[in-house]
């Protein structure tokens, strides 16, 4: 006899979102029905799965060691589910990512994707600015901020810092200016649109008021850290943008310090999920639940 398919699809939830008004919310149901959920899958198995807290839920031993059998099914079930079922149309899944993003984030990883749903082709477009009205000629958007829609959700990815940033050969060249953070005499790279200014950085930071002067503005923040790699001045980027050209040595901290990021990058989708944006949304969660931005403290 198999268990009941709501209960493996409740458990899976409260396992992955770590609470059950979380996975409630995912399923578009009651706490008490996830609640029952859990209780008639127990019951089942005769095993206890959670122990419930005010923190969340916490999974035992036995349910650690369920968790793989059930995530492996259903996203197996899924993905045949769409293979052999889903419409002609619905194989292309059109997505608009901002340009900082796509290249230093999902380009590299979209191999991944491709393997585990080779049955969708990706429309890809990268852009500077989020769209006026999301969603009307993608299915899917990652973008530096949003505009409000009434028929689209959005969802903020990850907490960002800001952190100020320069070539190797740069911070040589002015090292006693950057050690005290007396920047007024030097150049500096300022990406358009941003509302975070250097006031607010130093600021924070406890710095000295003095900022640099802005001596080149450029569209976006991945022509930014060329720029600043290429020693054109110092540069604000926020962490998770930042972090592999500062793994790679490409760019390195100017001046110690972060400010967290008010802005932030959205994933968006219509309110009404098809299965190939599901998929998707699955995935891309997987992939920035691991991320960790750098950083840098005083």
């Known amino acids: 006899m198999l268990p009941p398919l709501k209960s493996l699809v409740a458990f899976e939830a409260v396992a992955r979102l770590g609470s059950i008004g979380a996975a409630a919310r995912e399923l578009h149901v009651t706490q008490a029905a996830v609640s029952l959920q859990l209780k008639s899958l ?28 059930v995530t ?5 079930l899924k993905v045949q589910t769409q293979f052999l079922f889903g ?33 969708i082709r990706l429309d890809l477009s990268l852009v500077d600015w989020p769209s006026q ?17 009434g028929n689209t959700r959005a969802e903020r990815l990850f907490q960002e810092n800001w952190l100020m940033v320069c070539s190797p050969e740069f911070k040589r060249k002015h090292t006693e200016e950057l050690a005290i953070a007396q920047l007024q005499h030097l150049p500096a790279i300022q990406v358009k649109g941003y509302e975070e200014s250097w006031i607010q950085w130093l600021n924070h930071n406890q710095y000295v008021l003095h900022p640099p002067s802005v001596q080149l503005e450029i569209t ?5 850290l060329q720029a600043a790699k290429y020693g054109l001045g110092i540069l ?23 400010m967290p990021s008010e802005s932030a990058h959205y994933l968006i989708t219509n309110k009404q999920r098809a299965a190939k944006v599901n998929f998707f949304c699955d995935w891309l969660h997987q992939q920035y639940s691991e991320l960790t931005p750098p950083v840098c403290q005083r």
């Open 42 to 69: 127990e019951q089942f198995l005769g095993a206890t799965l959670c122990h419930r807290s005010q923190r969340g839920v916490t999974l035992t031993h036995e349910a650690q060691q369920y968790l793989p059998v």
């Open 133 to 149: 009205l999301p969603c009307q000629e993608a299915d899917v958007e990652i973008t530096n901020g949003f505009t409000e829609c």
């Open 236 to 258: 604000l980027v926020r962490s998770f943008v930042a972090k592999e050209w500062l793994e790679s040595g490409d760019v390195v901290i100017a001046v110690e310090g972060a």
């Open 220 to 224: 976006n923040s991945l022509h930014g």
């Open 87 to 119: 419409e002609q149309q619905a194989d292309v899944l059109r997505v608009k990512v901002n340009h900082s993003i796509g290249h230093n984030w999902l380009l590299p990883k979209l191999n991944d994707f491709a393997q585990k749903h080779p049955f």
């Open 72 to 76: 492996g099914t259903l996203q197996h």
